[in-house]
């Protein structure tokens, strides 16, 4: 009887606890927002798409450049020329022996220079016409400087009066020449060049008597490969890099009579030193943005980031240009589908030096051509402008960022591409950028 009264008071209080809570919590559920929450916005964003054509100063400038290249001890030679480009080669030959000072013009023989070509043209390959001289030496072109490292002296215009005409300070004598065809086939062989002039034989006389002594072994100075008008290609020919051991080399091979007892001999002399010169016309810089890798021609595009938003997050960001195909030239590799884009965006670019970009903070992509029109698009510009955006030095200073675009290749092939100066809008570089905002709430985000 006890322990049944006490189950039955146990349930009593259960009951009127669960009765109690429900006082308590069910009319809390009905009432109104207090103040805080019923001012309180929908957490959302909205996205908002500028483009250059919209806003003209997103895009503050483009232009084409030249930078004539050089290419030294880098496995390939390039000689000939078109009508917009030209290839020379400087060579150096390293085993000059010392035993050979007494050596006559009358005691050679005959001379030849062997060159092992490339597949690879650029040009008039059906005419596939190539002529060059070859042509003697007058003045030092690689030297060391005071930390013993090479530097070549001369450039292009150096060598070449008015773009053209082989400079006498820097070539003599024609020792030889190369006109005629080198073939397109699978297998090549050497190209040879008769030197059996009276140029070629005094030179070699005059580099075995400088060599056999310290003081004048300096003066020997090599031969150059010098394109003329009559030429219609430019062709790739081998040689051997710095770290290339099993490569052809330019070879000079020379047959003699020996002084002592007039018997025949022969000796080959080696290309030690190489480099490879290049020129070109460009179309107008302030209309086109021309790129070829060996020519070192590229283009400069400006952007202006203080035209964006300086809080919103970018999304999206697009940079398209626009190509004249027409100007577009190739070599038996084809036309370019792609060219490359980098950006350097840490450092003020109002006071742009190629030497600075190693210190600075580089992003590297790829324009692919449409397959359906002229243009060509680089997607994620969003991590660029986000990057330049968070550098004080750069909003401080011009707000500018500085895009360079390149060749995608390593030869002559050439794109060309409409710059913002072109009357047509639609011709010119454009950036596409999507950005996100949040709601403002007393004038902040």
């Excluded at 010392?98 to 597949?119: A, C, F, G, N």
């Excluded at 030297?143 to 820097?170: C, H, M, Q």
């Excluded at 969003?382 to 550098?391: C, G, I, K, S």
């Excluded at 710059?419 to 999507?434: C, F, G, H, Q, W």
Aim: proline share 4%; with cysteine.
């Amino acid at each position: 009887m006890g322990i049944e009264l006490n189950k039955t008071y146990l349930n009593n209080v259960v009951a009127t606890v669960v009765l109690l809570l429900s006082v308590l919590v069910l009319p809390s559920c009905n009432e109104f927002p207090n103040e805080v929450g019923s001012v309180m916005a929908t957490d959302s964003v909205s996205a908002t798409t500028v483009t250059s054509l919209d806003d003209t100063t997103l895009i503050a400038s483009s232009k084409g450049s030249l930078t004539r290249s050089v290419q030294y001890n880098s496995g390939n030679l390039y000689i000939g020329a078109t009508s917009t480009a030209r290839a020379a080669t400087l060579i150096r030959f390293v085993n000059i022996p010392d035993s050979l000072k007494s050596l006559t013009e009358s005691q050679i023989d005959s001379v030849r220079i062997y060159i092992m070509p490339h597949r690879y043209v650029f040009g008039d390959s059906v005419n596939n016409t190539l002529e060059f001289n070859v042509v003697a030496l007058k003045k030092a072109w690689i030297v060391n400087d005071k930390d013993g490292k090479v530097k070549l002296e001369p450039r292009w215009n150096d060598l070449f009066t008015n773009g053209i005409t082989p400079s006498p300070a820097y070539f003599g004598a024609t020792l030889g020449t190369f006109n005629g065809t080198v073939a397109l086939n699978d297998t090549l062989k050497d190209a040879t060049i008769p030197c059996s002039t009276n140029e070629m034989k005094s030179l070699l006389v005059q580099w075995f008597k400088d060599n056999a002594d310290t003081a004048t072994r300096g003066n020997i100075y090599g031969i150059g490969f010098v394109p003329t008008a009559n030429s219609k290609v430019i062709r790739e020919f081998n040689t051997r890099s710095t770290s290339d051991q099993t490569s052809q080399l330019v070879r000079m091979n020379v047959y003699y009579r020996r002084p002592s007892d007039a018997g025949r001999d022969s000796l080959i002399l080696l290309s030690g030193n190489d480099a490879t010169f290049c020129d070109a016309d460009l179309p107008d810089s302030t209309q086109y943005i021309s790129t070829q890798s060996l020519l070192q021609t590229n283009g400069e595009i400006v952007l202006n980031i203080n035209s964006l938003p300086k809080d919103p997050t970018v999304a999206k960001a697009q940079l398209k240009l626009y190509a004249d195909t027409t100007m577009f030239q190739g070599g038996n590799n084809g036309l370019p589908t792609s060219i490359m884009i980098t950006v350097n965006v840490d450092y003020d670019t109002s006071k742009y030096d190629h030497k600075n970009i190693s210190k600075s903070t580089s992003f590297a992509y790829y324009a692919t051509k449409s397959s359906t029109s002229n243009e060509y698009t680089s997607d994620n510009f969003a991590r660029v402008l986000e990057q330049a955006r968070r550098d004080n030095a750069i909003l401080k200073s011009s707000g500018k960022i500085t895009i360079l675009v390149y060749a995608n290749n390593s030869r002559f092939e050439r794109s060309v591409f409409y710059t913002s100066n072109n009357p047509d809008k639609n011709k010119r570089p454009k950036l596409i950028v999507s950005y996100l905002t949040r709601p403002t709430f007393g004038g902040k985000q």
